[in-house]
């Protein structure tokens, strides 16, 4: 275990149910990431949250909604997904934002039928 | 356009013998730019970070260079061994774009016994 855990390891679900993926660590760390990976494309950054305050949002569609009640949960609530939408999502957590190598969990696979 | 670029094609090499990975980025400029190993089904693990005022890093049989001039990272496995058979993803940190770490597409190394 790298110290970021990531449930549930696999998620299928329907274009119209709502689900939450949980994301936790206990490093420490202050700042906590979404990344989304694709089959052949690279890692897409989804939401940063430093210190419990959201700090990015990249271009995320609305039916994606994460949420960090503490420094060291953070959720990603999903509803009304498309197929296209099926990938690996990724949490990571740093010590801060810069400087650091992330930590990753081990990812949860999300395929949306 | 910004682009980062690792090799695409698989890289297969011998047991014993020295991987060299490339990164490549166009229109960025980086503060430091890392690397990480990623093995199927699993999260990003953090390897090395370098800085932009640094040449090269070294840590156990890793070796990474940093060429600000031409635009470059190379990573290096010494007496590589199978257990080394993973993707390698470069990212890098790049000035005036808030604060991302941005990841490329990763370079698949297998290492035959």
């Known amino acids: 275990e790298t110290g970021v855990t990531q449930t549930p390891r696999h998620l299928v679900m329907g274009m119209t149910n709502k689900k939450s993926l949980k994301c936790e660590q206990h490093?420490?760390?202050?700042?906590m990431y979404w990344y989304k990976q694709s089959a052949k494309k690279p890692l897409e950054l989804m939401f940063v949250?430093?210190?419990?305050?959201?700090?990015e949002n990249n271009s995320v569609p609305s039916r994606f909604s994460p949420e960090c009640p503490n420094s060291s949960h953070l959720f990603l609530h999903l509803h009304t997904l498309q197929p296209e939408d099926s990938a690996l999502y990724l949490c990571?957590?740093?010590?801060?934002?810069?400087?650091?190598?992330?930590?990753f969990g081990s990812g949860t696979r999300l395929t949306v039928v | 356009s910004q682009k980062i670029e690792q090799n695409s094609e698989a890289l297969n090499i011998q047991e014993g013998k020295t991987a060299t990975l490339t990164c490549n980025y166009t229109?960025?400029?980086?503060?430091?730019l890392q690397w990480y190993r990623q093995d199927p089904g699993r999260g990003p693990v953090f390897l090395l970070l370098?800085?932009?005022?640094?040449k090269e890093k070294r840590k156990e049989r890793l070796k990474v260079t940093f060429d600000t001039t031409l635009k470059q990272s190379l990573f290096h496995i010494t007496a590589s061994q199978p257990a080394d058979s993973a993707t390698y993803l470069c990212?890098?940190?790049?000035?005036?774009?808030?604060?991302?770490?941005?990841f490329g597409q990763g370079t698949e190394l297998s290492v035959k016994p």
């Open positions: 990571a957590s740093s010590p801060d934002r810069a400087n650091y190598g992330y930590t």
């Open positions: 949250y430093s210190l419990e305050e959201r700090v």
């Open positions: 370098i800085r932009e005022n640094e």
């Open positions: 229109n960025y400029s980086p503060a430091y």
């Open positions: 990212a890098l940190w790049p000035y005036n774009q808030g604060g991302k770490l941005i």
């Open positions: 490093l420490g760390h202050n700042a």
